[in-house]
């Protein structure tokens, strides 16, 4: 049975001295290469970050498994199984990184059973350290978590992200849930660039939405932790069960506004990120 403080103890180490790299490499010259698109960016930063929290990790806890979003992108599968597992976004906001667009979070989800333990999300130019463990509440710099109490939605701070999706059936039920929500009217749409920095805000009570089509587990496994355990809710965007694997996600405040969410996305189904890769 993994010692759950243990391993939050580790993961907030970790995740610390990824900031640290991560701050320090916002100095130097940042070579981008593109992934899935070019308009998927990922950098020497964020491999060496994930290859630093990786081995660190399996120094500490040989047996324990692993899905980085980086690793993913070299080839490796992306299960979620009943292990012992880390999920790990190394540098969660990678455009906003190559910007030095100020949010940038290192993303360290646990899961065991296929449900995540303990979340941690550092937001490194911020110096904020977000933590969750299940049943014992949300942090930031080990201060407790609350979500806002508001329940109208024309009330409300929405966040959301347009991903890197630009098929042009996408973009055009991405605009058209952003047309619903804005008209509803809300008090204001936002987004901060991360999935992980946008949950938090939802953990922190100044936003009481996110919601996002075409995230990866890596992008939410903390987060969702984070946003529960201040709180919140998480649910598909159809209003069904949140499932980490389906790149689909609303995490808000409380049950009514997720539903009101629910009522204005247009939905649609990127490929799972469990889905078998695509054979050329
Ligand atoms: O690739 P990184 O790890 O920077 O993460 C993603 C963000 O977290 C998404 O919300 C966001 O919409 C983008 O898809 C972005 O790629
Ligand atoms: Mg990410
Ligand atoms: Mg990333």
Redesign the pocket.
Known sequence: MANLQSIMDHAVAVARKAGEVVREALSDDRKVMMKSSAV?LVTQTDQKVEQLIIQSVKEKFPSHRFIG?ESVAAGEACVLTDDPTWII?P?????NFVHAFPFVAISIGFAMNKQVEVGVVYSCLEDKMFTARRGKGAFCNGEPLAVSDQTDIQQSIIST????NRDPEAVDKIFCSLRNILSLPVHGVRGA????I?MCLVASGCVEGYY?I??HVW?IAAGSLVVSEAGGVLMDVDGGELDLMSRRIIAANNRSIAERLVKEITPFRPPRDDSPPQKL
């Open positions: 998927d979003e976004d540098i969660d906001g990678t455009t992200e347009f991903g890197a660039g991360t999935a992980a946008n996002e075409g995230v992008d």
